[in-house]
Antibody
Framework: QGQLHQWGAGLLKPSETLSLSCSVPGGSFSGYSSTWIRQSPGKGLEWIGEITHSGGTNYNPALSSRVTISVDTSKKQLSLTLNSVTAADTAVYYC?????????WGQGTLVSVSS | DIQMTQSPSSLSASIGDTVTITCRASQGINKFLAWFQHKPGKAPKSLIFAASSLQNGVTSNFSGSGSGTDFTLTISSLQPDDFATYYCQQYKTYPHTFGGGTTIEIK
């Protein structure tokens, strides 16, 4: 299993936009389904959404109005954008990829939302 | 959404024990079931896909079984590195939902 590398702003104010990126050292997301998952403090894992190997997207209905997942094939980067964040979006965010099931994970990025 | 229910939510075990975790889906998911290990502050680790297939590099003391709605993860001969929280996830239907987790603690 490989580890993905992720980065992005870790401290946001309410109503701002969360933006995270993810890459595969020495690899790419081509041919894979790529996913974002988060874990709020003290809670379990929550599936945010995925972009399939063919470029289609599927989102958690609870977040679908605010979330966008994309892949920049030229930069070999996976991205997550979450608009209008609130304190409830405070969590560790993980990127992941696999052929159907998830195989590889990023190291996680803590995003805190506070005024 | 498909609800995934894990039991127990936590258990205590000793080195060398064999433990079994159960995951139940609210509707049939064939074998579209994965298991993950998660330790605090670390990236989750993928253990099993398609209910019973080991991911690359996962030791054979981990095994999975089941299909339809009922699944199990068995860890034989527990090692110190195995104390962690384990999650199941269905990937048959969107959204791909997780179970609530099972934490294995040292007795």
């Amino acid at each position: 299993q490989g580890q993905l590398h992720q980065w992005g702003a870790g401290l946001l104010k309410p109503s701002e936009t969360l933006s995270l990126s993810c890459s595969v050292p020495g690899g790419s997301f081509s041919g894979y389904s790529s996913t974002w998952i988060r874990q709020s403090p003290g809670k379990g894992l929550e599936w945010i959404g995925e972009i399939t190997h063919s470029g289609g997207t599927n989102y958690n209905p609870a977040l679908s109005s605010r979330v966008t997942i994309s892949v920049d094939t030229s930069k070999k980067q996976l991205s997550l954008t979450l608009n209008s964040v609130t304190a409830a979006d405070t969590a560790v965010y993980y990127c992941a990829r696999g052929w159907a099931a998830i195989a590889d994970w990023g190291q996680g990025t803590l995003v805190s939302v506070s005024s | 959404d498909i609800q995934m229910t894990q039991s127990p939510s936590s258990l205590s075990a000793s080195i060398g024990d064999t433990v079994t975790i159960t995951c139940r889906a609210s509707q049939g998911i064939n074998k579209f079931l994965a298991w993950f290990q998660h330790k605090p502050g670390k990236a989750p680790k993928s253990l099993i896909f398609a209910a019973s297939s080991l991911q690359n590099g996962v030791t054979s003391n981990f095994s999975g079984s089941g299909s339809g709605t009922d699944f199990t993860l068995t860890i034989s001969s527990l090692q110190p590195d195995d104390f962690a929280t384990y999650y199941c996830q269905q990937y048959k239907t969107y959204p791909h939902t997780f179970g609530g987790g099972t934490t294995i603690e040292i007795k």
